[in-house]
């Protein structure tokens, strides 16, 4: 099929050192206003007349970065508070060289708004924009709580986040990283440890990656602190947390250097670890050469390569770029914006790069493609052509968060590979699906990512059993500890 005369790609190398932000920013108005099927003209029209289609053509193919043209599009399209700023803002914060924001978006600047912005949050079950909304007022205009003040709704923020979905998700993601990229970084900052360090934690993933938002050497230390915690959990969060300070830039070499030794310790101690190596392997395939080095020649035990694809360019002879854009083709239906679905699938897929793989994921999730995108993920984690898509696909689920329905775990559990098993139990925790008694009994029991899926299922869904796990002295102390946490933490939320 012809390719349509406006879509608009990222051209940089798959494996290169940087992406084309502003082109992802382009591709994610273009798409999302194609897909409503409003002409420029139209659209023009819809955003009160200030702005002409060839104003919003050259936004769209240029990509320029404006947070109060974004929010025009959000308001012009019927999409909620924040949709496509949220995912912008988290790409361009990631990347230290993308586009500054030539025209932020305020909110309205009143007493009268903030106070009803602080009043959402302070409600019975305060929503995704009310968090943004809030975050919003304390960073981009002149009102503000005091920091004694501020906390407890931090705190309340902070706990909501591991256990949100799709936009529910993102935005408070979005709201606690403008909260630590603030005056009230150190709030921010305390909370997060504070909620990583509570006994039994279970979603600490997300929090590792908005604290270091902000990167400071103490991050440095800590993250490498974490990658020897009992708990492979927490060790995996502090990788991430590295790779995102990598990305976000502001840190000296100097900074990195004490964490080399403390780095090839964690190394060596995970050998044969399927739960550690590959994320160290990763994560530190993608840090600076010289520390690599300096890593790999501390190392007393060899260490596993990352899950890579077959190769990174975009030939017919790539077969994994090759399934990436036949999904893409799929998933578009002749409709613009294939090409840059493609590299994003893509990049969900096979990138090794957790920085990559979590914006790209972002944007999926705000773009018209999401439900599509979902199920073609589904499909490809159970029948993709091989181990390394499969298991691509079934970890994106993580990175996605896109809300389920429903869900059935028996295709899933049919699987050999725990990997796909994990997937599938994992489909039920966004789906709020309960698992049967006798088989989370059962899973629960196994000290790998099948048990800690089983256990993040019944965490979502708040099975009456978790009292029951928390309480079982047959089972092992982590066990109970992540059923205790699941307990005092609630269950989904998808608003």
Request: proline content about 7%; some cysteine.
């Given at each position: 099929m012809a390719r349509h005369t406006d879509e608009i790609d990222d051209p940089s190398p798959l494996a290169g050192a940087r992406i084309d932000v502003a082109a992802r920013i382009g591709w994610l108005l273009r798409s999302s206003r194609v897909s409503a099927g409003v002409p420029l003209r139209e659209f023009a029209a819809r955003s009160g007349g200030g702005l002409s289609p060839a104003t919003l053509s050259r936004v769209e193919t240029t990509g320029r970065r404006s947070g109060a043209m974004a929010a025009a599009y959000e308001r012009a399209l019927g999409l909620p508070h924040g949709h496509l700023r949220a995912p912008i803002d988290v790409l361009c914060r990631t990347f230290a060289y993308a586009p500054a924001d030539t025209d932020p978006y305020v909110p309205d600047p009143t007493l009268t708004g903030f106070t009803e912005a602080v009043d959402a949050v302070q409600s019975a079950e305060p929503d995704a924009q009310d968090w943004l909304r809030f975050a919003e007022y304390h960073v981009l205009t002149s009102f503000g709580m005091p920091a004694h003040t501020i906390r407890p709704l931090v705190v309340r923020l902070t706990d909501e986040l591991g256990r949100a979905a799709g936009l529910a998700y993102q935005l408070r993601y979005e709201a606690l990283s403008k909260l630590r990229c603030s005056p009230y970084a150190d709030v921010v900052g305390q909370a997060i440890r504070e909620a990583v360090e509570q006994p039994g934690m279970q979603r600490p993933a997300d929090l590792l990656s908005a604290i270091t938002e902000l990167p400071t050497p103490d991050l440095v230390t800590w993250c490498g602190e974490l990658l020897s915690d009992e708990s492979w959990v927490i060790a995996r969060a502090g990788c991430l947390g590295i790779q995102n300070m990598r990305s976000v830039g502001g840190l000296r070499r100097a900074d990195w250097l004490p964490l080399v030794p403390v780095y090839a310790a964690a190394c060596d101690a995970a050998v044969g670890d399927p739960l550690r190596q590959p994320i160290l392997s990763a994560t530190l395939a993608g840090c600076p050469p010289e520390f690599r080095a300096a890593v790999r020649s501390a190392l007393t035990e060899p260490l596993v390569e990352p899950r890579r694809a077959a190769a990174w360019t975009r030939t017919r002879r790539n077969h994994h770029y090759t399934y990436a854009a036949t999904l893409?083709?799929?998933?578009?239906?002749?409709?613009?914006?294939?090409?840059?679905?493609?590299?994003?699938?893509?990049?969900?897929?096979?990138?090794?790069?957790?920085?990559?793989?979590?914006?790209?994921?972002?944007?999926?999730?705000?773009?018209?493609?999401?439900?599509?995108?979902?199920?073609?993920?589904?499909?490809?984690?159970?029948?993709?052509?091989?181990?390394?898509?499969?298991?691509?696909?079934?970890?994106?689920?993580?990175?996605?968060?896109?809300?389920?329905?429903?869900a059935d775990p028996a295709p899933w559990l049919a699987s050999d590979d725990p990997v796909l098993r994990g997937a599938g139990l994992s489909i039920c925790g966004f789906a709020g699906v309960p698992l049967e008694r006798s088989l989370l009994h059962e899973l629960v029991r196994r000290e790998d990512q099948v048990g800690y899926e089983a256990m993040f299922a019944a965490g979502m869904s708040q099975q009456p059993e978790l009292a029951e796990l928390a309480t079982d002295t047959t089972l092992p102390a982590s066990t109970r500890a992540a059923a205790a946490w699941w307990q005092q933490a609630g269950g989904r939320i998808i608003r």
């Amino acid at each position: 099929m012809a390719r349509h005369t406006d879509e608009i790609d990222d051209p940089s190398p798959l494996a290169g050192a940087r992406i084309d932000v502003a082109a992802r920013i382009g591709w994610l108005l273009r798409s999302s206003r194609v897909s409503a099927g409003v002409p420029l003209r139209e659209f023009a029209a819809r955003s009160g007349g200030g702005l002409s289609p060839a104003t919003l053509s050259r936004v769209e193919t240029t990509g320029r970065r404006s947070g109060a043209m974004a929010a025009a599009y959000e308001r012009a399209l019927g999409l909620p508070h924040g949709h496509l700023r949220a995912p912008i803002d988290v790409l361009c914060r990631t990347f230290a060289y993308a586009p500054a924001d030539t025209d932020p978006y305020v909110p309205d600047p009143t007493l009268t708004g903030f106070t009803e912005a602080v009043d959402a949050v302070q409600s019975a079950e305060p929503d995704a924009q009310d968090w943004l909304r809030f975050a919003e007022y304390h960073v981009l205009t002149s009102f503000g709580m005091p920091a004694h003040t501020i906390r407890p709704l931090v705190v309340r923020l902070t706990d909501e986040l591991g256990r949100a979905a799709g936009l529910a998700y993102q935005l408070r993601y979005e709201a606690l990283s403008k909260l630590r990229c603030s005056p009230y970084a150190d709030v921010v900052g305390q909370a997060i440890r504070e909620a990583v360090e509570q006994p039994g934690m279970q979603r600490p993933a997300d929090l590792l990656s908005a604290i270091t938002e902000l990167p400071t050497p103490d991050l440095v230390t800590w993250c490498g602190e974490l990658l020897s915690d009992e708990s492979w959990v927490i060790a995996r969060a502090g990788c991430l947390g590295i790779q995102n300070m990598r990305s976000v830039g502001g840190l000296r070499r100097a900074d990195w250097l004490p964490l080399v030794p403390v780095y090839a310790a964690a190394c060596d101690a995970a050998v044969g670890d399927p739960l550690r190596q590959p994320i160290l392997s990763a994560t530190l395939a993608g840090c600076p050469p010289e520390f690599r080095a300096a890593v790999r020649s501390a190392l007393t035990e060899p260490l596993v390569e990352p899950r890579r694809a077959a190769a990174w360019t975009r030939t017919r002879r790539n077969h994994h770029y090759t399934y990436a854009a036949t999904l893409a083709a799929e998933i578009a239906d002749g409709h613009a914006g294939e090409a840059m679905l493609a590299r994003l699938l893509f990049e969900v897929l096979y990138d090794f790069r957790a920085t990559h793989v979590t914006t790209s994921s972002f944007l999926l999730v705000a773009s018209p493609f999401a439900d599509r995108v979902r199920e073609a993920i589904c499909r490809s984690a159970l029948e993709g052509p091989d181990e390394t898509t499969r298991h691509g696909a079934a970890f994106a689920f993580a990175n996605l968060m896109i809300p389920f329905d429903s869900a059935d775990p028996a295709p899933w559990l049919a699987s050999d590979d725990p990997v796909l098993r994990g997937a599938g139990l994992s489909i039920c925790g966004f789906a709020g699906v309960p698992l049967e008694r006798s088989l989370l009994h059962e899973l629960v029991r196994r000290e790998d990512q099948v048990g800690y899926e089983a256990m993040f299922a019944a965490g979502m869904s708040q099975q009456p059993e978790l009292a029951e796990l928390a309480t079982d002295t047959t089972l092992p102390a982590s066990t109970r500890a992540a059923a205790a946490w699941w307990q005092q933490a609630g269950g989904r939320i998808i608003r």
